[in-house]
């Protein structure tokens, strides 16, 4: 029998390349999804594939998956305007959701791995930012609704697994981009790449000054594949430690499409982080992790997918 999975947030950027993964290392996979900001597009290649199931389904109201061997819990709005948009319900999947997923977890004697944040961090006051960093966030800001449900959902994981037993990791995502991230969802890669594809001036927050660390999507779903499997239960960042001003990553578009857009300047979002890096010194030692793909090299991979959104 291959191991069975259980995928929240499939539908999504990462839920969906996490499937593709899973599936490749012979899982056998049930992904639900509310498709809320997730879309059938991204698992439309699975159609055919005897070992995928998909459920529409909202992991806030309690459900059974049958028996699973691992649960990967990806289900939340993951972009600012997305997670503003939605922010009950990015509060709510982040604990009622997050808890039955646990339970399921709990249930089946599965490994559970939770899908956190380098929004954890908030606007750090150190830099790089190791996993025992304790972060600086607005508990009642814009983003709170997001950056306090994440890490609401790492307390919970925690207790379920000092309090029931279940063999919890989490997994602290940093900025990362691909195929399939959403060309309209507001997030800095989809939205110069669109921008610089159509001709459009590519839109600065700010001064662009602040900066970001970009990791390609394989290589942060390798990272969450090795940790999934690993005796860890602390929190692990996985992210790509090179670190860009936007003004930086605008550039790196405009070489990479190879367009000439002009850049235009708006107003910076309420507590956008001005700087963010992963101090991946426990992935590396702990995983034998590291990113492999640059920056210039994962848009070179992703521009055929946002072409094709045009
Ligand atoms: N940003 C930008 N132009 C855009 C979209 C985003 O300058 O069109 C900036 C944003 O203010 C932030 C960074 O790019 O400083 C990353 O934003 P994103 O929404 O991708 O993710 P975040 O890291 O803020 O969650």
Known sequence: MPSRALVTGAAGFLGSHLTDRLL?????????????????????????????????????????????????????????????????????????GTENAL???????????????????????????????????????PRSVYDEAKRFAESLTMAWHRYRGVNTHLVRIFNTYGPRLHPSDGRVISNFVMQALRGEPLTIYGDGSQTRSFCFVTDLIDGIFRLAHSEEHLPVNIGNPTEFTILECAQAVLEVTGSSSALTHASLPQDDPTRRQPDITCARTLLGWEPKISLRQGLALSLDFFRSQL
Do not use: M
């Open 24 to 96: 490749a290392e012979g899982f056998a996979v049930l992904g639900v999804d509310n498709l809320s900001t997730g879309s059938p597009a991204n698992l439309a290649h699975l159609a055919n594939e005897p070992r995928f199931a998909f459920q529409e389904r909202d992991i806030c109201q309690p459900f059974d998956p049958g028996p699973v061997d691992f649960v990967f819990n990806f289900a939340s709005p993951a972009s600012p305007p997305e997670y503003l948009r939605l922010a009950l319900e990015t509060l709510h999947v982040g604990s009622q």
């Open 103 to 141: 339970a399921i977890a709990h249930k089946y004697g599965a490994s559970f791995l939770h899908a956190s944040t380098s929004e954890c961090y908030g606007d750090p006051l150190v830099h790089p930012q190791p996993e025992s960093y304790w972060g600086n966030v607005n508990p009642v800001g």
